[in-house]
């Protein structure tokens, strides 16, 4: 017999605060750890990033709390002293970023 999981305790979320409950123990199993990036993972980035012109657009795959997210940001600033990359709508810690393709 397989196991269910947590898609057992999917009646539970009628009952007053279980609902909560539920959904964060749900996200909290599907956390992840940070990849360590290799070598040429790296290199690839600083190319990427030493080519890179302000308003380009990327696709942008970051770690963030447990989970990686991908997304199209379009570049505003690279800031070398604070290790951090601007874009229009956030600021991404370098440390963070996992991939970065040109669109």
Do not use: C
């Not at 009952?15 to 790296?42: R, T, V, Y």
């Not at 970051?62 to 997304?71: A, K, Q, V, W």
């Amino acid at each position: 017999m397989a196991d269910r999981g947590m898609k057992k305790w999917n009646p539970f979320k009628s009952l007053n605060g279980q609902f909560d409950m539920i959904d964060k123990l749900q996200k909290e199993k599907e956390k992840i750890e940070k990849p360590i990036l290799s070598a040429d993972q790296l290199d690839k980035l600083n190319n990427v990033l030493s080519n890179a012109n302000i308003g380009d657009v990327f696709q942008v795959d970051y770690y963030n709390n447990g989970h990686i997210i991908s997304e199209e940001l379009i570049l505003k600033k690279i800031d070398i002293v604070e290790k951090s990359i601007y874009f229009e709508d956030k600021k991404l810690n370098i440390t963070d970023i996992l991939d970065l393709k040109l669109i």
